[in-house]
């Protein structure tokens, strides 16, 4: 895609599960469309609970299922209020629940090459190796560009107090 060549971008698609790394990437994302002039479509993917077996063993999977739905809808909902409170975003926006594993869900629905995908990168440091597998399946799957956002610099530092408090052990106030 060249510089002058935004018209051809007709969605912003952005992963949004409520996580500080997925907030970093819905902002990110709402400056790009408008930035684009694109729509932006914030996703929120679930699954239930032990994953799609263990609901299709349960006498009752079609209740459970509608309830687990309401439940993604109002976090999306949630998490796009305390994005954007009582302000529109400044772009058309359409935000999408949809059942799937995370990575795959973003991917099916970022299905044009038209498109951008962005996704919260994960995290820093050793903790790397255990997350980012939404990321990583995006940027291995996806067929249009994937922008793979990196923390905010203020979600360690917020791990480190959630932590220290956690374990009931001081925190010197000097250092926030």
Request: net charge positive; glycine share 10%; with cysteine.
């Amino acid at each position: 895609m060249s510089k002058h060549d935004t018209s051809a971008v007709a969605r912003v698609v952005v992963g949004v599960s409520g996580s500080l790394g997925s907030v970093t990437a819905l902002r990110r994302a709402t400056v790009l469309a408008r930035r684009l002039g694109a729509e932006l479509w914030p996703v929120l993917a679930w699954e239930p609970p032990g994953g799609d077996s263990a609901a299709h063993r349960s006498p009752a999977a079609g209740v459970p299922a509608q309830e687990w739905q309401r439940l993604a809808k109002q976090r999306l909902a949630a998490v796009l209020d305390e994005i954007f409170g009582a302000a529109p975003p400044g772009v058309p926006m359409r935000p999408v629940v949809v059942r799937g594993a995370p990575g795959r869900a973003l991917v099916g629905i970022a299905d044009r090459e038209s498109d951008v995908l962005v996704v919260g990168a994960g995290r820093r440091g050793l903790q790397r190796a255990f997350s980012g597998r939404v990321s990583r399946h995006c940027l291995a799957h996806a067929v249009c560009p994937v922008l793979a956002v990196p923390p905010s610099p203020l979600q360690s530092d917020l791990l480190s107090v959630h932590r220290r408090n956690t374990w009931h052990l001081r925190i010197d106030t000097r250092d926030l």
